[in-house]
């Protein structure tokens, strides 16, 4: 039995999204009154819950632990909005009937939602107490920024796509990464014996994985020291903990597994000596015109949380939307190799063969995932990068749109999630729209 689990008497399902809301707290904002009402607090246990977490995804940094990564230079402004009619666009919902734009995106948990065209805003909107001023916790958006970021040590020539990540990490001897190239981490096909769950609190995602993170709660797990640990922080869970799931083989399957994302971040600060939020200031966020500064979740031992904890406001999100958009290039400036930008829309029929396989996303309209970037048109150069509770850019090539948005949704995961599904569906409608 691992040292990890002295500190787990108990497993808390307050973890465990849209079922944990506690009924005397649906109707309640969070964090009213100074200092808050006893129901109203928004705690490290409920931070994910509906409807605290309308309060904490747009103010991560109260329950999590955070770096910085300063925005840089001159603003780019986006001109705009120059079209808020788009917010009454009429959109056909799941179920037939016709809806504004922005009712779908309220009507849906959102928190946010805004629209540009080239590198113009057409529209924005806020719901609820968010703003243009304020940041929000991407989730899993995070991944796609760790590719585009890994793409620039690719262009280098300082990686090796077919390459063990063992060989760049040598802790990774023996564990479940050794058998695996660095692109079947790229694609969630890594075949891992570790499976994502929200919803199973006596998993080995919340026992030991959501808590190393420091993304979940569990009694003790804060006060936890290193010393005495076996699994302490993110890395030590990744080298010591997965194994190989001998009854697959990597490449032979899709199977999203956070961790990927997160040995991505350890390749890029170990190939790159830099510590990856410096990585990402550098040579990603100081190059996109930011008008705020970002920051990231980081895990227990205090290392970034790059599968899913990057923040920033949405208009941001959109620059770096808009910098994929046109092949790498923001304002002029060359900031992703374009290679590695179309690298990601060259779709093999192995990888959507993957995706059709994948019993959780076959009612769905993902085409394949590939570079940690969900695609649902390669030919058309439409596809996302999305998080969990939400959190979504919409990069349309064809229509030259981004669209972003922030969400609150009390159910985490996008598979056959209707609140999810609504606003997919009504950002494809209105691209299709801007694109005749």
């Not at 705690?43 to 770096?67: C, E």
């Amino acid at each position: 039995m691992r040292v990890f689990q002295r500190c787990l008497p108990v497993i808390i399902w307050a973890l465990v999204s849209g079922n944990t809301i506690a009924a005397e707290a649906k109707n309640n904002k969070p964090m009213q009154g100074v200092p808050p009402t006893r129901d109203s607090q928004v705690t490290m246990k409920n931070y994910r819950d509906y409807p605290a977490n309308r309060w904490a995804f747009r103010n991560a940094g109260a329950p999590l632990n955070v770096v910085m990564i300063p925005r840089e230079g001159q603003i780019v402004p986006l001109p705009g909005p120059t079209a808020p009619q788009l917010g009454q666009f009429e959109i056909t919902d799941l179920a037939g009937n016709q809806l504004e734009f922005d009712a779908a995106f309220e009507s849906s948990y959102a928190d946010g939602v805004a629209v540009v065209q080239g590198s113009t805003l057409l529209h924005e909107t806020y719901f609820g107490d968010f703003s243009q001023h304020a940041q929000h916790i991407w989730f899993s958006m995070s991944k796609s920024l760790a590719s585009a970021a890994f793409g620039l040590l690719v262009a280098e020539d300082r990686v090796d796509l077919q390459a063990s990540p063992a060989d760049y990490i040598p802790e990774l001897a023996g564990s479940g990464f050794e058998p695996v190239t660095i692109q079947q981490v790229l694609d969630h096909a890594t075949s891992l014996d570790f499976h994502e769950t929200y919803t199973n609190p006596d998993s080995d995602f919340f026992r030991y994985y959501a808590p190393a993170l420091n993304l979940g709660w569990l009694p003790g797990s804060a006060d936890l020291q290193p010393e005495a640990a076996e699994i302490y922080g993110v890395h030590d869970f990744l080298g010591r903990f997965i194994k190989a799931d001998p009854a697959r083989s990597p490449g032979d399957n899709f199977d999203y597994n956070s961790s990927n994302a997160d040995l991505l971040g350890w390749l890029i600060a170990r190939i790159s000596g830099q510590p990856f939020q410096d990585y990402i200031q550098q040579n990603i966020w100081a190059k996109l015109g930011a008008e705020h500064d970002a920051y990231i979740a980081v895990d227990r031992a205090y290392m970034p949380a790059v599968t899913g904890g990057m923040n920033s406001t949405l208009r941001d999100a959109l620059r770096f939307g808009i910098m994929i958009k046109d092949r790498g290039v923001f304002n002029g400036q060359k900031v992703i190799p374009a290679s590695w930008i179309d690298q990601t829309l060259q779709v093999s029929e192995r990888l959507e063969t993957n995706m059709r396989n994948n019993s959780k996303y076959q009612a769905d309209a993902w085409q394949a995932y590939h570079n940690m970037w969900w695609i649902l048109d390669a030919e058309a150069g439409e596809y996302c990068a999305v998080g969990i509770h939400g959190q979504v850019i919409y990069i349309n090539r064809k229509a030259d749109t981004v669209m972003a948005w922030f969400s609150s949704q009390p159910g985490a995961s996008a598979a056959n999630n209707p609140d999810f599904r609504v606003k997919l569906n009504a950002a494809r409608q209105l691209a299709a729209s801007l694109g005749q």
